[in-house]
């Protein structure tokens, strides 16, 4: 299982990004796949989570109503679309897959990662 993360970059507060993650060397349409954050010097966080079986998702409080998961099975590939960045929403940005849903993206579920990708938001 590969993952690739694109998309991060630098915005200023009130912007917006969107990042990519390409899968490749599973079967991508069996998988939950989720964007995970972690900012430093704290635990990584589920952000946002879909499961490209059924199109359910899920995503954080924080975060509800700013950024919209989507995932397009053709292309094996999940999207984060970030609006209305705060800079509490700094951190490198990371997709994982795995083989079953969990309610809030736990963690524990999900064992392949890609590399990271950095998401800095200024005022």
């Known amino acids: 299982v590969q993952l690739v993360e694109s998309g991060g970059g630098l915005v200023q507060a009130g912007g917006s990004l969107r990042l990519s993650c390409a899968a490749s060397a599973f079967a991508f349409g069996d998988y939950t796949i989720g964007w995970f954050r972690q900012a430093p010097g704290k635990e990584r966080e589920g952000v946002s989570c879909?499961?490209?079986?059924?199109?359910?998702?899920y995503s954080r409080d924080s975060v509800k109503g700013r950024f919209t998961i989507s995932s397009d099975n053709a292309k094996n590939a999940v999207y984060l679309q970030m609006n209305s960045l705060e800079v509490e929403d700094t951190a490198v940005y990371y997709c994982?897959?795995?083989?079953?849903?969990?309610?809030?993206?736990?963690?524990?579920?999900?064992?392949?990662w890609g590399q990271g990708t950095p998401v800095t938001v200024s005022t």
């Open positions: 879909i499961s490209t079986v059924d199109g359910r998702t």
């Open positions: 994982a897959a795995a083989a079953v849903w969990g309610s809030k993206c736990p963690l524990g579920y999900f064992g392949s």
